[in-house]
Antibody, heavy 120, light 110 residues
């Protein structure tokens, strides 16, 4: 069974940093790109960032570019997102999502999410 | 990276068919056959129901179907059932190697 388990969320002051982790299991982690998608409570989905299988490609939404850094450790079956210079508008549930196989461009499995609250 | 445009709400009676539109541009929806749709029930995680414009993952009801014309993709739910009441989001791959989601549509079964 595919599982994606996020951790690291919490309450943080504006301007501070936070690092989210995603632990994956139930599939060959090395073969899949992993992305982060966020959702403000009660609102819509926003794609945040993604990393290729071999970490050779990393992409970011304009809203987080220069502030967030995605990385992965294939030996640990884990993906991370380092979030710096956090803003109140970054407050959201952050989902770790698995992309479909090979050249596919959809998200077939989602974690349960971790809540990040940016507030003073 | 502007969100794709979806109607805020769509409603229908049980047994009816409804269609949700998802409008983008030539750099996302219109440029690729990489439109996907997600269903999200309250308090739950989004679930993939359509990928590559019109493909259904294993286990998803054939009452869900997708299509695309130009810069607009559509999700049709036929034989509407109470369990279909949820939020629906479209998503597309884009020309900048990123992804964009739609604004979301709340489906109400009357």
């Amino acid at each position: 069974e595919v599982q994606l388990v996020e951790s690291g969320g919490g309450l943080v002051q504006p301007g501070r940093s936070l690092r989210l982790s995603c632990a994956a299991s139930g599939f060959n982690f090395n073969d899949y790109a992993i992305h982060w998608v966020r959702q403000t409570p009660g609102k819509g989905l926003e794609w945040v960032s993604g990393i290729s299988r071999d970490s050779g490609s990393k992409v970011y939404a304009d809203s987080v570019k220069g502030r967030f850094t995605i990385s992965r450790d294939n030996a640990q079956n884990s993906v991370y997102v380092q979030m710096n210079s956090l803003r109140p508008e970054d407050t959201a549930f952050y989902y770790c999502v698995k992309r479909g196989p090979a050249a596919d461009r959809y998200f077939d499995y989602w974690g349960q999410g971790t809540l990040v609250t940016v507030s003073s | 990276q502007s969100a794709l445009t979806q109607p805020a709400s769509v409603s229908g009676s049980p047994g009816q068919s409804i269609t949700i539109s998802c409008t983008g541009t030539s750099t996302d929806v219109g440029g690729y056959n990489y439109v996907s749709w997600y269903q999200q029930h309250p308090g739950k995680v989004p679930k993939l129901i359509i990928y590559d414009v019109s493909e259904r993952p294993s286990g998803v009801s054939n009452r869900f179907s997708g299509s695309k014309s130009g810069n607009t993709a559509s999700l049709t739910i036929s034989g509407l059932q109470a369990e279909d009441e949820a939020d629906y989001y479209c998503s597309s791959y884009t020309s900048t190697y990123t992804y964009v989601f739609g604004t979301g549509t709340k489906v109400t079964v009357l």
